[in-house]
């Protein structure tokens, strides 16, 4: 046993240590707003499952449907100096939710992009489930080590084309700061290198994986998520570097479905997560967003339930022109962008607090370490010793 007391000591959106006791919280918390149905005999694989959208579809998928199946992701284990990550108490709290479900849900912290990692899983897959229904692959890394050259590919926030200007939101002390950030213009290289972290190959290499082993069951279905966003975050995001590598898991889901696969993209929503927030402009962007639409704003587990419904046929299927799922229409509804846009170009450094909801941002970037979550004792110690489960 090691308790402690745990602080949320960091810089800008990053912290040193994660809370274990609010971890487990934000779990059940997010599994409380899921309306259960009658479970169905479905087998899931979950690429991304401890944090975000990867999160949020376990969770809507346990408490939803009953789903059994394999989660994988990868994440630090507690050390003498510090906590384990906050994806690692979320991974474990998950699991103690699906065992409570009676659900035969197993969990592999690997990294995804290892062929070791997809012989592991695939060999748990044959042995206790004979293949998977749904495929969703949720993948947000820095970087990504190619198992078959053994070559190290970076991704980069960046813009193509032209260099960019935007207004991006920060804290110091607590309080928002509004800030101006200049974006680079991407080489080539570094363009080519966020396509290889963040486009389509793994997903394929997954799908082909499976497909070789025989363990695709029939009307198999799977969904890569991506994100479209609106036009202030455009040139950082969609026009940029990322969004070149979003293209690429878009036409990758084209070219699995020419094969036979049914393969899409699911289009979701702006949300506060550990990889957003890392980008200029989403902070403030989101948090003007929240002010805008308040409880309206769909949160990944709610975008997550209507994601289940549509694959397991509850509701049908919300297609675009491109054959993408999409699950954001709320937030580029053509009255929340013009608002959105007018409290953008309105925001000043003296109104900053006033125009964006800033306090509710900060508060949501601290729960993704488990801090400020209700029903925590942020003053008790907590055991950070927690064993993947």
């Known amino acids: 046993m090691s308790e402690r007391v745990i602080k949320p000591l960091g810089r800008g959106f990053l912290f040193l240590d994660s809370h274990p006791a609010g971890c487990a919280q934000v779990v059940r918390d997010l599994a409380g707003q899921v309306e259960r149905r009658?479970?169905?005999?479905?087998?899931?694989?979950?690429?991304?499952?401890?944090?975000?959208?990867?999160?949020?579809?376990?969770i809507a998928g346990l408490a939803r449907y009953g789903i059994d199946g394999i989660g994988v992701s990868f994440e630090k284990a507690p050390t003498a100096r510090r906590t384990a990550t906050a994806g690692w108490y979320r991974t474990a709290e998950t699991a103690v939710l699906a065992a409570e479900f009676g659900r035969d849900f197993r969990f592999i912290n690997a990294d995804a992009f290892a062929?070791?990692?997809?012989?592991?899983?695939?060999?748990?897959?044959?042995?206790?489930?004979?293949?998977v229904d749904h495929l969703i692959y949720s993948v947000a890394a820095p970087r990504r080590v190619d198992p078959r050259t053994e070559e190290t590919f970076q991704s980069a926030i960046k813009a193509i084309g032209a260099p960019h200007t935007t207004k991006s939101l920060a804290y110091e002390d607590g309080q928002p700061v509004l800030q101006e950030v200049g974006i680079e213009v991407a080489t080539e290289d570094e363009i080519a290198q966020t396509v290889k972290v963040m486009g389509g190959e793994d997903w394929a290499r997954w799908i082909s994986a499976l497909d070789e082993r025989g363990l695709l069951k029939?009307?198999?279905?799977?969904?890569?998520?991506?994100?479209?966003?609106?036009?202030?975050?455009?040139?950082?995001?969609?026009?940029?570097?990322?969004?070149?590598?979003?293209a690429d898991l878009e036409q990758t889901a084209v070219t699995l479905a020419k094969d036979g696969v049914k393969a899409m993209t699911s289009v979701n929503g702006a949300a506060v997560t550990q990889a957003s927030s890392a980008i200029p402009g989403i902070g403030l962007y989101v948090s003007l967003l929240h002010k805008v639409l308040g409880k309206e704003l769909q949160t990944p587990v709610q975008q997550s339930v209507a994601l289940w419904d549509q694959l397991t046929g509850e509701t049908p299927?919300?297609?675009?022109?491109?054959?993408?799922?999409?699950?954001?229409?709320?937030?580029?509804?053509?009255?929340?962008?013009?608002?959105?846009?007018?409290?953008?170009?309105?925001?000043?450094?003296?109104?900053?607090?006033?125009?964006?909801?800033?306090?509710?941002?900060?508060?949501?970037?601290?729960r993704l370490y488990g801090f400020d979550v209700p029903g925590s004792d942020y003053e008790a110690p907590t055991e950070v010793d927690v064993t993947w489960p």
């Open 115 to 131: 062929d070791t990692t997809k012989d592991e899983v695939l060999g748990l897959i044959a042995e206790r489930f004979g293949g």
């Open 317 to 366: 299927l919300d297609l675009d022109d491109e054959g993408r799922i999409r699950l954001d229409r709320w937030e580029l509804a053509d009255d929340v962008q013009a608002a959105v846009r007018a409290q953008w170009e309105s925001a000043t450094q003296d109104n900053i607090a006033d125009v964006a909801d800033t306090t509710w941002f900060l508060a949501e970037v601290r």
């Open 38 to 58: 009658a479970p169905e005999r479905r087998t899931a694989l979950v690429i991304g499952s401890s944090s975000g959208y990867g999160l949020a579809a376990t």
């Open 218 to 246: 029939p009307g198999f279905t799977t969904v890569a998520l991506t994100y479209i966003g609106s036009e202030l975050t455009g040139p950082i995001y969609r026009q940029g570097s990322i969004g070149a590598a979003k």
